[in-house]
């Protein structure tokens, strides 16, 4: 199975920064694996869970949480700025 194509990430995600498109079909992601990165960048998540994704996948869901709007309580990029501060 080939990875997802602009397309794909146009349809799941809407639209978006063409850069931000580009560099998430670079991650050479695969549809389920895109669909997958999409729940873990709009759930509240579990950040050591995420510490085991394969590489592509981490930065797949970096770019979504960066990308997609907030929704009710503050998101996972939230989460880990705070926890930065905390270990400062």
């Known amino acids: ?14 639209r978006i920064d063409e850069i ?3 560099e ?12 997958r ?8 998540g579990d ?3 995420d510490a085991a994704l394969p590489p592509h996948m981490q930065r797949l869901v970096d770019l979504l949480v960066v990308t ?3 929704q009710g309580p503050p998101n996972r990029l939230h989460a880990a700025m705070k926890g930065i501060d905390r270990a400062a």
């Open 1 to 14: 199975m080939g990875g997802v194509t602009e397309v794909d990430v146009a349809a799941a995600i809407g």
């Open 20 to 22: 931000i498109i580009r």
């Open 24 to 35: 998430i079909v670079r991650t050479g992601a695969s549809r389920p694996e895109l669909r």
């Open 37 to 44: 990165a999409l729940a873990l960048a709009k759930g509240p």
């Open 47 to 49: 950040l050591a869970a």
């Open 68 to 70: 997609l709007p907030e």
